[in-house]
C-alpha cells in the first residue's frame, strides 16, 4: 500500500505548534487583555451612570443593564483569527493524539491484498497493539505484544521509509519460510490451502480461483492464478540479509533474521512484497490493520481485518 508523498503526521505536527502558540498566547495574554479592557470600559460606564443618577438624570438606553451585558460580551468575544487558531488547537491536538497513538486511517490503492481489502478500501490500524512510540522519531515507548504470524501490518517500507506498506505477516523472526511451486511452508510445515469457490473483483469485474489459509488460528482468504509462473516476475533487489535467502525457478526459500518480519500479499501471484524487497524490520511496523470503516465496493466488505 503506497500512501501520498505529503507528510500527513508532519503537517498535523506543524498545524498543532502553529495553533497550539496561539492557544497558549491566547490565556496568556490577550484573553486577560480583553477582560482588563471590558472590566475598564464597564466600571466607567456604570460610574457614568451613577452620576447621572446623582444628579437627577435618567440614563440612555446605551447605559441599561441589557447594553451594558451586550458591551461586555462584545468585549470578551475572542476575533475571528483567534478562533480559527487558539479555537482549532484542541481539536487538532485530540485528532493528532488518536492518529498517532490510538488509531490512524489508511487507503488501500492496489490489489495485492484481494480478497482480503480492495482498492478504494479505508482502514483503521491499531497504534498500541504493537507497542507505543513517539510520531515523527518513532521513539518506542511501551513495548507492547510481538506481531504474530497472520497479522496484517501497515509498515514503513525497508527501502523507501516514506512510502507505507500494508501486507500480511507469514514469517516472524527465527522462521524458515519458502514458497516453492506455489505452496507456502513455514518451518517444514506446508500450510494448507482449501478450496472456496471463486472471488468476484468488483475493479476487474472477473472471477479469480480463492483459498482459505491458516497461519497459526488466523484464518483468510487468498488468491493462487494456477496459469501464473511461480518464480519471481522481477529479479530481487538487493536487500540487507539478502544471504538469508534463495532464489530458484520454484521460487525461494528464507531464513527470517532477528528482529526481521518476512510479509506477503494475499493475492499472491500480483504483489510485490518481502520476495522482491527484503525483510520487515520490527521498528517499521507502525500497527495492525484491524477494521475497514468505508468500502465503495459495497457493504459487505467493511468490518472486521481477517
Not at 115 to 126: A, F, S
Not at 275 to 304: D, E, Q, T
Amino acid at each position: 500500500m503506497e500512501e501520498p508523498a505529503v507528510n500527513f503526521t508532519l503537517l498535523l505536527f506543524a498545524l498543532l505548534v502553529f495553533t497550539g502558540g496561539f492557544w497558549v498566547a491566547e490565556r496568556l495574554y490577550f484573553a486577560p487583555r480583553r477582560r482588563a479592557t471590558a472590566r475598564d470600559t464597564l466600571a466607567a460606564l456604570h460610574a457614568r451612570r451613577d452620576e447621572l443618577a446623582r444628579q437627577g438624570l435618567v440614563a440612555d438606553e446605551s447605559l441599561s443593564e441589557h447594553s451594558l451585558s451586550a458591551t461586555r460580551e462584545r468585549l470578551l468575544r475572542q476575533p475571528w483569527w483567534l478562533e480559527w487558531t487558539a479555537g482549532l488547537f484542541p481539536v487538532i491536538a485530540l485528532v493528532f493524539a488518536l492518529r498517532s497513538f490510538i488509531a490512524e486511517p489508511f487507503k488501500i490503492p492496489s490489489g495485492s491484498m484481494e480478497p482480503t481489502l480492495v482498492p478504494g478500501d479505508l482502514i483503521l490500524v491499531n497504534k498500541f497493539v504493537y507497542g507505543l512510540r513517539l510520531p515523527l522519531i518513532h521513539q518506542r515507548l511501551t513495548t507492547g505484544s510481538a506481531p504474530r504470524r497472520g497479522d496484517v501490518i501497515v509498515f514503513r517500507l525497508p527501502k523507501d521509509p516514506a512510502v507505507d506498506y500494508i501486507k500480511r505477516i507469514v514469517g516472524i523472526p527465527g522462521d524458515t519460510v519458502s514458497y516453492e511451486n506455489k505452496q507456502l511452508v513455514i518451518n517444514g510445515r506446508a500450510i494448507a490451502e482449501q478450496g472456496d469457490g471463486h472471488w468476484f473483483d468488483p475493479s476487474s469485474e472477473q472471477r479469480y480461483l480463492q483459498y482459505r489459509e491458516n497461519l497459526d488460528g488466523a484464518e483468510h482468504r487468498i488468491l493462487i492464478d494456477p496459469q501464473a509462473p511461480p518464480f519471481l516476475h522481477q529479479p530481487p533487489d538487493n536487500f540487507p540479509h539478502r544471504d538469508a535467502c534463495h532464489y530458484d525457478a520454484q521460487g525461494f526459500v528464507c531464513k527470517v533474521p532477528p528482529g526481521m518480519y518476512f510479509v506477503m500479499g494475499d493475492n499472491r501471484d500480483d504483489s510485490l512484497d518481502s520476495r522482491y524487497w527484503g525483510f520487515v524490520p520490527r521498528a517499521n511496523i507502525v500497527g495492525k490493520a484491524f477494521f475497514v470503516w468505508m468500502s465503495f465496493a459495497g457493504l459487505r466488505y467493511i468490518g472486521p481485518i481477517h
